[in-house]
């Protein structure tokens, strides 16, 4: 069987146990350059992806992520913070981690070579032409995840593949495949460090600028944010007091009457309008704000 990559060892490395502190600890940030550059060299191939993954989402797609392991554990971690920072809905921001929710904390021997359990789970999701399937495997050849990304591309779902060497399985079985060239781990075969580092800085990178292009922010600020508790509601009032100009206690008097929308209360006190028009107003822009306000 050859070797994966991201299983060789380094030969910078190979006596690292014998390396001072300092110059063990500077090695190990040091290696988390190669994941940023990795992820830089992917540039293009990622806003390919974003903007395939913007005309699904905007017909009313989902996200769906596929992962094991480290992997799955960043997909999950992606998908749960999309809602409470964007405002994207919870059932259109799925995570399917091999082993099942307990994988999160706890390795589930032998469940990344469960080839079906992928497939199945999309199945029951109904995965069709209009979401995003995200399939995430450091050495590209996880059986979990390669088996449901092809299945979600057989179901017509836009599929994105991300893996830490190019040429393997999970590549060849998206329609977009995005190589983080990472290279072999100061400790061989732990993807949990720079190979983890670039996913995790991929997935950031897709999701923001794709919540970007649906309209989601607005001059760099978290405009579909729910004031939930008392540091967002702060926020929430500071974000309308900048955008329009008011002082905070009629910030937060606006945001009382919008519900805590902040576009909603933005849009009352920029162009001075009552509820109900400000509501129309923003609906005829398509939830976009920056069209809502244009004279």
């Known amino acids: 069987m050859t070797e994966r990559m991201t299983d060789r060892p380094s030969p910078r490395h190979h006596d690292l146990e014998t390396w001072p502190v300092a110059d063990l600890v500077a090695a190990i940030t040091e290696s988390q350059f190669t994941a940023i550059a990795a992820v830089q060299a992917a540039g293009p191939t990622l806003g390919r992806a974003v903007a395939g993954a913007a005309k699904r989402l905007a017909r009313g797609g989902r996200l769906i992520y596929l992962g094991a392991g480290t992997s799955g554990r960043l997909a999950m971690l992606d998908a749960a913070e999309l809602p409470p920072t964007f405002g994207w809905p919870p059932d259109r921001a799925l995570a399917l981690i091999a082993g099942g929710p307990s994988a999160l904390t706890a390795a589930i021997e032998g469940a990344e070579d469960d080839a079906h359990a ?94 970007v292009r649906l309209g989601l922010v607005y001059q760099g600020r978290m405009v579909e944010m729910r004031p939930t508790n008392a540091k967002l509601q702060r926020r929430a009032e500071a974000i309308v007091a900048d955008l329009t100009g008011v002082c905070a206690q009629d910030a937060r008097a606006a945001l009382a009457r919008a519900e805590g929308s902040i576009k909603l209360a933005t849009v009352m006190l920029a162009l001075d309008l009552p509820l109900e028009a400000a509501r129309a107003r923003l609906d005829a822009a398509g939830g976009r704000l920056a069209d809502a306000l244009k004279p």
């Open 118 to 211: 992928a497939a199945a789970a999309l199945s029951d999701l109904a995965c069709g032409p209009d979401d995003v399937v995200i399939g995430l495997a450091a050495s590209g050849a996880t059986p979990f995840t390669v088996a449901g990304l092809r299945a979600a591309r057989a179901s017509g779902a836009l599929t994105i593949g991300i893996a830490n060497a190019p040429g393997t399985p999970l590549i060849e079985a998206a329609e977009i495949g995005i190589i983080l060239n990472t290279g072999p781990e100061l400790v061989a075969g732990s993807t949990r460090m720079k190979a983890g580092t670039a996913q995790k800085v991929a997935l950031t990178t897709f999701s923001t600028a794709l919540m």
